[in-house]
């Protein structure tokens, strides 16, 4: 891919000015894509939530980076399933001769959206003051840290060339560094010295926002809309020469949830709509009269588990969860068939490993080791664990204690208050007494993080390409290893009675050890290891994964969805037409 991308960059060179439409900066670099659409109209999109803020640094709530996505560009520009495209504000990059770090090359002739020129400079300072100073940037800071939570070495080497490494090999570095938005160094430098840089790209700052990206926010209404405008100085142009993107600008409407972008969509105020499973069978019925291309592109990256935890307030849940072979029998008698037909109307799949079959380090192997619904398979192995039932039928341990506990969930989502209510049907059928209590979200997260107050729990987490962004969840001091928290990391957790197993320390060591191993190959098949460990050990039980729905106006060309985590429409917004 970045050799045909670097045969488009000459080819953007020898056509220079002669594009119609364009007027260039001197000895613009373009990106041409291999597109051909049709310029004007408006794309209208939808939002649940208004955004919070528009500043990137600051931004943590999709409502918000789904428009700062927009607005700003990267170094590394990333395809549909977040994989690494190509060139971006950088024509390109090599690896240092230590192989700890990256030359990017900055792409000449770049703009802002005032038609300031965007240059390395802009590239240096921004990193310079803002991603690598973690009081002006939220929790991107800690993704660019390696893994001693040390910033990296930036140098400008020439006008053109910039270098950025760390003190030793980082294998996610160039996704991480490639992948944060640059700033105009004209426009925040003052702001940033003056001490109100946190305060700065509000919402109320619509007319001060200055971009790089295909789009500028022009307007903004609460509760109503956000109205994007192209930037007339984006750098990507199409195969006849036209100045992306093709839409002369964008709407997310303001809705208040899913059931009425729903309605705003059958009544064509919308061009896309991702339904909910339950949603689906309604608008894949009416595709057809309507004009709509409805369909699935495959799993996402998102999850949805049962999770034990090691440190309940009962001391006897303790030694029941931390039995392995207790949570392999459990995984039996979790009926994921249903799930997927109640919950998701067929439209999902069993998840049996930590790792998205989208993502490229899936490893297909561990499906081997899948533990399909059967009630019989558990009870063998609850019995080869030491466990029996009383005269009533009721599960009890090897001291003849019987088992029983809470589970949860955060009140109000349908699919997992569903998949919890199959979960006690079925675990009740092998003797299990659980008690089903769905609790707000907001107590849900503060008993997950703050107090360890919790028994079982259904939960989610959204995933990505690469498992090292799970790695605050699967290492054994992450904040997130909430089943079997560190006592350094969580207060709750008594030093005196903390065990971890072999498998979970094999899989610290993996995620500790994969971001110094720079070989692509190695580096997946240490991630193999951890798929196989992390299903052998079952220290959360997977259960289904949802698959991307879309529905669109067959009118809206230029569409390539994939599994990507923001709005898999938006991805290739330049290259987005109506016919």
């Known amino acids: 891919m970045k050799k045909a991308l670097s045969v488009l960059f000459v080819l953007s060179l020898l056509l220079g000015t002669v594009f119609a439409g364009i007027v260039p900066s001197d000895n613009l670099q373009y990106i041409v894509e291999p597109v051909k659409g049709k310029t004007g109209g408006t794309l209208y999109f939808y939002a649940v939530s208004d955004p919070k803020t528009f500043n990137p640094a600051f931004a943590q709530e999709t409502s918000s980076t789904d428009i700062t996505g927009i607005m700003w560009d990267s170094l590394v520009d990333f395809g549909k399933n977040v994989e690494i495209r190509g060139g971006n504000l950088a024509t390109g990059w090599e690896v240092t001769p230590e192989g700890n770090g990256w030359i990017f090359t900055i792409r000449k002739g770049l703009q802002w959206s005032d038609g300031k020129p965007l240059t390395t400079e802009d590239v240096y300072w921004t990193f310079k003051n803002i991603w690598f100073v973690p009081e002006n940037c939220l929790s991107t800071y800690d993704v660019i840290t390696d893994a001693q939570g040390r910033a990296p070495q930036i140098e400008m080497l020439d006008e053109n060339r910039i270098k950025i490494w760390y003190k030793e090999p980082y294998a996610v570095g160039l996704r991480q560094i490639g992948g944060v938005q640059i700033f105009p160094k004209h426009i925040v430098e003052p702001v940033l010295a003056a001490g109100k840089w946190q305060e700065f790209w509000t919402l109320a700052d619509v007319n001060k926002l200055v971009g790089s990206g295909a789009m500028i926010v022009t307007e903004y209404l609460p509760d109503q809309r956000v109205v994007l405008s192209r930037n007339p100085y984006y750098f990507r142009v199409d195969l006849?020469?036209?100045?992306?993107?093709?839409?002369?600008?964008?709407?997310?409407?303001?809705?208040?949830?899913?059931?009425?972008?729903?309605?705003?969509?059958?009544?064509?105020?919308?061009?896309?709509?991702?339904?909910?499973?339950?949603?689906?069978?309604?608008?894949?019925?009416?595709?057809?009269?309507?004009?709509?291309?409805?369909?699935?592109?495959?799993?996402?990256?998102?999850?949805?588990?049962?999770?034990?935890?090691?440190?309940?307030?009962?001391?006897?849940?303790?030694?029941?969860?931390?039995?392995?072979?207790?949570?392999?029998?459990?995984?039996?008698?979790?009926?994921?068939?249903?799930?997927?037909?109640?919950?998701?109307?067929?439209?999902?799949?069993?998840?049996?490993?930590?790792?998205?079959?989208?993502?490229?380090?899936?490893?297909?192997?561990?499906?081997?080791?899948?533990?399909?619904?059967?009630?019989?398979?558990?009870?063998?192995?609850?019995?080869?664990?030491?466990?029996?039932?009383?005269?009533?039928?009721?599960?009890?341990?090897?001291?003849?204690?019987?088992?029983?506990?809470?589970?949860?969930?955060?009140?109000?989502?349908?699919?997992?208050?569903?998949?919890?209510?199959?979960?006690?049907?079925?675990?009740?059928?092998?003797?299990?007494?659980?008690?089903?209590?769905?609790?707000?979200?907001?107590?849900?997260?503060?008993?997950?993080?703050?107090?360890?107050?919790?028994?079982?729990?259904?939960?989610?987490?959204?995933?990505?390409?690469?498992?090292?962004?799970?790695?605050?969840?699967?290492?054994?001091?992450?904040?997130?290893?909430?089943?079997?928290?560190?006592?350094?990391?969580?207060?709750?957790?008594?030093?005196?009675?903390?065990?971890?197993?072999?498998?979970?320390?094999?899989?610290?060591?993996?995620?500790?050890?994969?971001?110094?191993?720079?070989?692509?190959?190695?580096?997946?098949?240490?991630?193999?290891?951890?798929?196989?460990?992390?299903?052998?050990?079952?220290?959360?039980?997977?259960?289904?994964?949802?698959?991307?729905?879309?529905?669109?106006?067959a009118e809206l060309k230029g569409t390539d969805l994939g599994s990507s985590s923001t709005p898999p429409i938006l991805w290739n917004l330049w290259a987005l037409y109506r016919d």
Request: net charge negative; aromatic share 12%.
């Open 240 to 553: 006849d020469g036209n100045r992306l993107p093709y839409f002369d600008s964008m709407v997310f409407v303001s809705v208040p949830n899913l059931n009425t972008a729903q309605l705003k969509f059958e009544a064509g105020e919308l061009d896309y709509l991702a339904p909910q499973a339950a949603q689906y069978p309604n608008i894949k019925a009416q595709a057809e009269e309507k004009g709509w291309d409805v369909g699935v592109v495959g799993p996402t990256y998102s999850t949805l588990f049962l999770a034990f935890n090691q440190h309940s307030p009962t001391a006897d849940q303790q030694y029941w969860f931390r039995n392995k072979k207790f949570r392999n029998a459990l995984s039996y008698a979790i009926d994921r068939d249903s799930m997927i037909e109640v919950i998701y109307n067929g439209l999902a799949q069993p998840q049996w490993g930590p790792v998205s079959p989208a993502s490229p380090f899936y490893d297909p192997a561990i499906e081997d080791l899948a533990t399909p619904y059967d009630l019989e398979k558990a009870k063998e192995m609850l019995k080869a664990a030491g466990f029996t039932w009383n005269a009533e039928g009721k599960l009890v341990d090897d001291r003849g204690i019987q088992v029983k506990f809470l589970l949860t969930t955060n009140a109000g989502n349908n699919q997992r208050e569903t998949a919890c209510n199959l979960i006690v049907d079925t675990f009740g059928q092998i003797g299990i007494d659980v008690t089903f209590n769905p609790i707000d979200f907001n107590t849900l997260v503060g008993a997950l993080t703050a107090t360890g107050n919790w028994e079982t729990m259904v939960m989610g987490l959204t995933g990505g390409p690469d498992p090292h962004s799970g790695s605050n969840v699967n290492r054994i001091d992450g904040d997130l290893h909430f089943w079997n928290i560190h006592p350094d990391t969580g207060s709750w957790a008594d030093p005196d009675n903390y065990w971890i197993s072999n498998e979970e320390w094999k899989i610290d060591r993996i995620f500790r050890d994969q971001v110094r191993e720079m070989n692509e190959e190695t580096r997946w098949q240490m991630f193999a290891d951890f798929q196989r460990l992390y299903v052998e050990e079952a220290p959360l039980l997977y259960t289904v994964q949802g698959l991307r729905l879309y529905a669109k106006k």
